[in-house]
Structure formats: C-alpha cells, structure tokens
C-alpha cells in the first residue's frame, strides 16, 4: 500500500509527457482564442467608427428619403391601379398614358436636376423646399380627385391629373439628388478635421443613413399595399408634411457652406442673367459672327474657338451677346451697362442652362 501510495505522490508531482502536452496544447489555444477574439472586436469598433455617426444635421434629411420612399413604394410603384378601379377599357388607356408619361418626365428631369444640384450647390435647401411642396401637392390634387371633389367637371378632372402627374414627376425626380448631396455636405462639415476631409469616410456614413432610412419606409409602406387608395393618400401625404415640417425647423442646425463665385453658382445669384443675355443677343442679331476670338467679350478660351462652348447650332445666337460692337460710341463698360454686351462665361452659363 506505501508503494501505490508513493507512487500516486510521484505521478502528481511529476506528470508524464502526455499531461504536459495537453496543457501546452491549451494554453496555446487560450491566447489564440483571446488575441483573435481582440482582432474582432477592434475590428468591429473600427468599421462602425468609421461607417456610423450620429449628425442632427443629417438625421432631419434623412427623413425625407423616409418620407420618399414611403411614397415611392405605397403610391408610384402600383400608380396604374389608381386609374383602374372599374377595370374598364377606357380606364385602362388612361392608366398606361398616365404612367408612362409620369416615368418618361420623370427620367428626363431627373438629367436635368443632376446638373442643378451641381449648378446651385449653394442653394439646396430653398430647391429642397420646392420639391417637397411639389411632390405634397401633386398626392393632394390626386387625393382630391380621387374623393370627388371635381366629379361634376371630367374636364377640370383631366386638367388636374396632368397637373398632379407632372408635380409628382418633378418632386420624384429632384428631390433625391438634392437631398443626397445636402446630406453629404452636412457630413463633411461634422467631420473634426475640416482641411483633410476623407471623401471615402464621408461616403460611408452617408450610405448608412441612406440605406437606413430607405429600408424603414419600404417596410413601413408594406401595410398600405392593402389599403384604400384615399388611406394611403392621406398617410404618405402626412407623413411627407411632418418630415418637411422638421426639416424646415431644423435650419439653425444646418452648416452653411461658403460657395464660391464660380461660373456655375453666379447664374443662381442672378436669376436675371439669363433674361439680360438673350436680350443682348437679340439686339446684337444683326451682326456677324466674328472673325477672330479677339471680337469676343471677356474671352478666355485656351482652345482659341470661335464658337463658344457649348457648341449648340440651336443655341449659336446666343453667342452674339458677346460679340463686341467695334463701331458703337460707346465703351465695353457702357455697352454693359445698357444691356447690349454680355461676358463670354454670362453667355456661356446661359446656354447650359
């Protein structure tokens, strides 16, 4: 029994190679485990700093793309069952005339407002303004026909379905691009380090909110796919007028960007410019197109055209504003002043507008 005994003693505090190994072989796993399970969570903290961040300035926009989509999905995405409630032939025409024409406006517009929203950076808020109320007016005036409210004159009904069809057009395909890039501006004035902005980061962070506030009004708007029409009228029209209600209260919010006087914001400081250049291009209509760049008003062209850019034979006339009246008494300021000499870049801007 002493030498069992002894010998239990011996194996406790002397284990064989085997118990060694196992305890190698765990401990090892231990701080694998622990460093990758460190790799992780720094790895998670990483990407949510640098994907997710809580902006007011940003929150308020994001809940137009909410109201939006909650529109774009309860109202535009079934618009042809609006007209097709008798199911009748006459009813079906109307519908696929209505609808197409809807998306065909829409498509066009939408390259049209690419170039505002690069064209009147300064000025997206007040654009913001006037697309929400254009999209909220045109559901208004399709809510009111659908209750009845002009049933007495079908000709007054056509009318108002064009008007709320072309309103419903211009607010779906202005507003998204508007509010994108507003959200983005308001990122990029959150940011710490105001002269090293990292574009990428900026990007991130305003996909999330997007994609957040897109998903939350697909999900809302699936209840109303059962509704009445007159229920989901009313529903996307509140709602679209409660998130512009905030949006509008949440001004003192906002960053203001300084924009500079660029050849693409000038134009929307001077609504006018465009009148002053066609009327100077009308009372110059007379004179010949000049022979040489040196004939043109404030001319700056490194390509040395003639032809100012850009080269539109439909909008050729409009050059004439600059053409410079060799035997006029008056000045180049005084020919400005009286309006019968515009700049080339006053011309130029003119003609892409």
């Not at 079934?78 to 032939?89: K, L, M, N, Q």
């Not at 300064?122 to 109320?133: A, D, E, M, S």
């Not at 050729?316 to 019968?340: C, F, M, N, P, Y």
Request: proline share 3%.
């Amino acid at each position: 029994m002493e030498g069992i005994s002894k010998q239990a003693e011996m194996t406790t505090k002397n284990p064989d190679w085997i118990t060694r190994l196992f305890k190698s072989m765990f401990n090892l796993f231990s701080l694998f485990n622990l460093s990758r399970t460190n790799t992780i969570f720094f790895t998670c903290i990483s990407w949510i700093k640098f994907n997710f961040c809580f902006c007011k300035a940003a929150a308020f926009p994001s809940g137009l793309v909410f109201s939006y989509k909650l529109a774009e999905k309860a109202i535009v995405s079934v618009f042809i069952t609006y007209f097709t409630e008798d199911a009748s032939e006459s009813d079906l025409r109307i519908a696929i005339a209505f609808v197409n024409g809807q998306e065909a406006l829409s498509a066009l517009l939408y390259i049209f407002i690419v170039y505002l929203s690069q064209a009147f950076s300064g000025h997206l808020k007040r654009i913001i303004f006037c697309l929400i109320v254009a999209y909220t007016c045109g559901l208004v005036i399709l809510g009111l026909i659908l209750f009845g409210s002009f049933s007495f004159l079908e000709e007054l009904v056509y009318l108002l379905l064009i008007i709320g069809v072309i309103l419903l057009a211009v607010g779906r395909a202005g507003l998204m691009p508007f509010v994108r890039r507003f959200t983005a501006e308001q990122l990029e004035a959150h940011e710490a380090d105001k002269k090293n902005i990292k574009e990428e980061r900026v990007k991130a962070r305003e996909e999330i909110w997007w994609r957040f506030a897109w998903v939350a009004g697909s999900f809302v708007a699936i209840p109303l796919f059962n509704r009445s029409w007159p229920l989901r009228l009313i529903t996307t029209g509140w709602v679209m007028g409660i998130t512009f209600v905030l949006f509008y209260l949440a001004t003192p919010l906002y960053h203001k960007r300084e924009v500079a006087a660029t050849s693409t914001t000038r134009i929307a400081e001077k609504p006018f410019t465009c009148i002053r250049v066609v009327r100077a291009a009308l009372l110059n209509r007379h004179m010949e197109y000049p022979s040489s760049p040196a004939h043109f008003f404030h001319y700056k062209n490194i390509n040395n055209e003639l032809e100012l850019w850009p080269q539109v034979k439909l909008l050729r006339w409009i050059d004439k504003a600059a053409i410079i009246e060799s035997e006029s008494t008056l000045g180049h300021e005084e020919q400005e002043k009286v309006g019968r000499l515009c700049s080339v870049t006053e011309v130029q801007e003119t003609k892409y507008i």
